[in-house]
């Protein structure tokens, strides 16, 4: 994979700032509104350690008025910019356009892993002028989709690293990946998704580049990863089931699905992993490329698996509650509304003249 290089970091950047600097004359609008304005978690006044008990817009997640938006790194940057320059506009906006250029960047790297040094320039130059980003960027509360992003990309690229040269399995780039996806899980809730972008990364792109592994020490070490993994699985399965369910069964019923269900059960977690004990202790001709995708992906599962666990524990296993404060259009004035019927009306009235 080649580097970025210095140039192209400028020119990435001069970009960005040449589409949006007259963003930074921009005032707070819509929602900057009640995420800025009104959102005390930002005066320093207010313990930081409300940023990890209120939602987005400053509510108590324990009331039943909260929107349930959990992301406490991005209060925590309006609290900085809050720190500098108080409410004054320009600050905010300032930091949404780095935080797209250092977006556009990381996207670079990305699409270097899959295109060569000029189209992906040419893609990462696309995706800085695109214009899908301008709400995300002039918005101060789009700052949300702008630090998600950064971590996702660099949780990704973590990930890729996680293979050595020997092909064996590097664990520090997968607790660095863990660790960024939670960040970016913390900045804005669609952050998590990145781990399907990881599974499937390691079965259609990782696992056609290892081949059959026949060194015993790769064997061995992923023998024994196979076999830690199981263990906590195991132990995670005996903390949660009778957990988990409670913690869901808004959900699962709000979709009429039955997580676990009782009774007859022809499939269960302890039967699968005694398959995959039976699958590590078994021949030394088995596929321990395929292992070794199998024990990333598992380490994944669980650790969005807690992920989860931990949000719905925030939300207190409550459903969102959207009030037209919020979303003012659920609501439109009456007389709003009466006067656009009018205009409607008479424009009809003089087509038909």
Excluded at 20 to 43: M, T
Excluded at 89 to 106: D, F, G, I, M
Excluded at 175 to 186: E, G, N, S
Excluded at 240 to 251: A, I, N, S
Aim: glycine content about 6%; some cysteine; hydrophobic content about 50%.
């Amino acid at each position: 994979m080649a580097a970025v290089s210095w140039k192209e970091m400028l020119l990435l950047t001069g970009l960005v700032v040449g589409c949006y600097w007259n963003s930074l004359a921009c005032g707070f609008a819509f929602d900057d509104v009640s995420a800025i304005l009104d959102n005390k978690d930002l005066r320093p006044s207010t313990p930081v350690r409300n940023l990890f008990l209120n939602d987005f817009w400053g509510t108590p997640m324990a009331e039943e008025r909260s929107h349930k938006s959990y992301r406490p790194l991005t209060v925590f940057t309006f609290r900085l910019n809050y720190l500098f320059s108080e409410l004054s506009a320009a600050s905010y906006h300032l930091l949404n356009v780095v935080l797209h250029a250092v977006v556009c960047v990381l996207f670079l790297r990305v699409t270097r892993l899959f295109l060569d040094g000029t189209f992906s320039l040419v893609a990462a130059l696309l995706f800085a002028v695109h214009p899908i980003h301008t709400e995300a960027v002039t918005g101060v509360v789009g700052r949300a989709e702008l630090l998600s992003s950064i971590f996702l990309l660099a949780a990704f690229l973590a990930y890729t690293k996680s293979t050595g040269a020997d092909h064996s399995i590097v664990w520090a780039p997968i607790a660095l990946t863990v660790v960024l996806v939670a960040a970016a899980t913390l900045c804005k809730e669609q952050g998590i998704t990145v781990v399907g972008i990881c599974c499937v990364h390691e079965v259609f792109v990782a696992q056609g580049d290892h081949g059959q592994l026949h060194s015993p020490s790769v064997r061995a070490h992923t023998q024994g990863a196979m076999s830690s993994v199981i263990c906590v699985m195991e132990v995670l399965w005996k903390l949660v089931k009778g957990e988990l369910r409670q913690q869901l069964m808004p959900y699962t019923e709000a979709f009429n699905v039955d997580l676990m269900p009782q009774g007859d059960q022809k499939f269960t977690l302890p039967m699968l992993l005694d398959t995959l004990r039976q699958v590590v202790q078994g021949k030394d001709g088995f596929p321990y490329a395929l292992l070794q995708t199998l024990v990333k992906l598992i380490v994944l599962v669980i650790s969005t698996l807690l992920l989860v666990i931990v949000r719905v524990q925030v939300i207190q296993s409550q459903l969102p509650v959207f009030t037209s404060a919020l979303v003012p259009r659920l609501r439109p004035p009456p007389r709003s509304l009466a006067q656009r019927h009018k205009i409607r009306a008479r424009s009809h009235e003089g087509a038909a003249d």
